[in-house]
């Protein structure tokens, strides 16, 4: 499961860094890209509300939660053989 998080109030490196590190606390999260404004999240059985918590834990919010389709892996081009 991937989740776009649109999050209000991250006005500095320091919040962007401050909701990564809240959202390592989140269950079932396997991986987290947080720029300004959103998070991208990965993971299995995601829960909206605890999400949510741990952005507000650091004085943001979260306005929208938008599902992503999934990411597949990419996988290295196969190199032709003579």
Same mark, same amino acid.
């Given at each position: &499961?991937?989740?776009?998080? &649109? /999050?209000? !109030? &991250?006005? #500095?490196? *320091? $919040?962007?860094? $401050?909701?990564?590190?809240? &959202?390592?606390?989140?269950?079932? /999260?396997? #991986? $987290? +890209?947080? +720029?300004? !404004? =959103?998070a991208?999240?990965?993971?299995? $059985?995601l829960? =909206? ?6 952005? =507000? ?6 306005? *929208? ?13 196969? =190199?032709? #053989?003579?």
């Open positions: &499961m991937r989740l776009r998080l &649109m /999050i209000d !109030g &991250m006005l #500095s490196v *320091h $919040a962007k860094r $401050a909701v990564f590190t809240a &959202m390592t606390g989140v269950p079932g /999260i396997v #991986s $987290a +890209e947080v +720029e300004m !404004g =959103e991208i999240v990965e993971g299995t $059985a829960d =909206e509300a605890e999400l949510r918590g741990a952005v =507000e834990t650091v004085g943001c919010r979260v306005t *929208h939660i938008e599902r992503l389709p999934a990411q597949l892996p990419l996988l290295a081009p196969l =190199e032709d #053989s003579p």
